[in-house]
């Protein structure tokens, strides 16, 4: 008994053996196009990004000014290339800070509180690739800028840094505050005051 091939829907594609996909010819386009056309004529979708209120600019430009009084040697970005928390890269901060001091001041640097380095750092990107914006203000700074990139690689064995001698406090500010909008003080991590040995 003869069979026969069963029915096919011209707008389907159907896949070759051996590939797993196949474009549609002419004809198929053609024929998914007419079986579809509310798709093909729907509105764009409106963009989720919110324009910018007063508050948002206010909270940048009072971001910008501590950053700018707080006139860091270095703009220091940390990388964890891997799924971190906010509350994670928060713990990885006050590491590295400690490791910053040793390098700056030395093995005694516990006991030399009123020496020990001020940053103001930025989260960027959590929901993506989070990373850290500092500013940072130490001891220094050369020796720390090239102690930097191994710091970080022991705390983070897979992370990246980048690290910048900071010549524009203002522009560094701006930069810092890009992202940020008006409420955002979870995405703000300080160390501006001097701590004692027992803190």
Known sequence: MEKTAPATNAATPRRRRGSPVRKFDEAERAAWSAANPDLLSAAPRKSLVRPLTELDMSFRAAVQEVIAKSEPDLFVTLAFNRETSPLGAQAKLREFEALVDHAAL???????????????????????????????????????????????KKLIEGGSTDVQAVYNESGLGRYLAKQLRNGDTHKLLFESRKRSAKD
Not at 120 to 130: D, F, K, M, P
Request: with cysteine; glycine share 2%.
């Open 106 to 152: 030395g093995r005694n640097w516990l006991a030399r509180p009123e020496r020990r380095c001020i940053y103001v750092a930025v989260i960027e990107n959590s929901e993506t690739n989070l990373h850290l914006h500092v500013a940072l203000k130490t001891e220094n700074p050369h020796k720390v800028a090239a102690a930097i990139p191994a710091i970080w």
